[in-house]
């Protein structure tokens, strides 16, 4: 899988959420539950552990001359209802 990011917002969720989207990244390498979202453009969400935090990661399917990639657009840490169908789908 490949991924991209806006560097500076990245640089802003650190500050803000304590997670660069570069490290968010790892989230895809585990056990996660994705969601489609009904936005224009079109987003889906995954919900996932990253390191001991539960966090809830918005992305695009985006394509290049190089094939698919994942465009992550932000993160934060999941919602009751996001860990309950996090909970639901993985136990």
């Known amino acids: 899988m ?3 990011w806006d560097d500076s917002k990245s640089q802003g969720l650190k500050t803000q959420r304590g997670y ?3 490290e968010v990244t790892d989230l895809f390498a ?3 539950v994705e ?3 009904r936005d224009d453009p079109q987003q889906f ?3 996932g552990y990253l390191r001991n935090t539960l966090i809830s990661v918005i992305y695009e ?3 290049d001359e190089e094939r698919e990639y994942i465009w992550l657009v932000t ?3 999941s919602t009751r209802r996001e860990r309950d169908i996090y909970e639901q789908y993985l136990h």
């Open 61 to 63: 399917e985006r394509y």
């Open 35 to 37: 969601r489609m979202k």
């Open 45 to 47: 969400i995954a919900i």
């Open 2 to 4: 490949r991924f991209d």
């Open 75 to 77: 993160y934060w840490k």
């Open 30 to 32: 585990s056990h996660y």
């Open 20 to 22: 660069f989207l570069e």
